[in-house]
């Protein structure tokens, strides 16, 4: 008869970082509530008082949730003031990014402030 043994890996510093860092990010998301995500772009609800990109403040920015969420680069599409909270697009490249943007330019996106 065969016998099996178990053997408990224990975690190291860096997997207790990694497994630290995933529950963080995961707990930021959630702040954001994603809405929608696609080959292209990221849209997510931000809630008052989360500045849309960093600051002088140097507090987390719902553009660093973004990109670590994505584990790439973001995109900023349009903006909203820390006070307020709204819808937020960032494209997950350049060149969408520009697409967007020309959207929003050429006023083919409705914004509506409740």
Do not use: W
Request: one cysteine or more; aromatic letters at 6%; hydrophobic letters at 45%.
């Amino acid at each position: 008869m065969m016998q099996q043994t178990l053997s408990i890996i224990k975690p190291d510093a860096v997997s207790k970082n990694l497994i630290g860092l995933f529950f963080v990010t995961k707990l930021l998301i959630k702040m954001l509530q994603v809405l929608h995500e696609d080959a292209n772009c990221v849209i997510v609800n931000k809630p008052a008082g989360l500045p849309t990109q960093p600051d002088k403040t140097n507090n987390r920015s719902a553009l660093d949730i973004v990109a670590r969420y994505l584990n790439q680069k973001a995109f900023i599409v349009n903006r909203l003031d820390r006070p307020t909270s709204g819808i937020l697009l960032f494209a997950k490249t350049s060149n969408s990014a520009g697409k967007f943007s020309a959207l929003f330019q050429k006023d083919k996106v409705k914004k509506n402030k409740v």
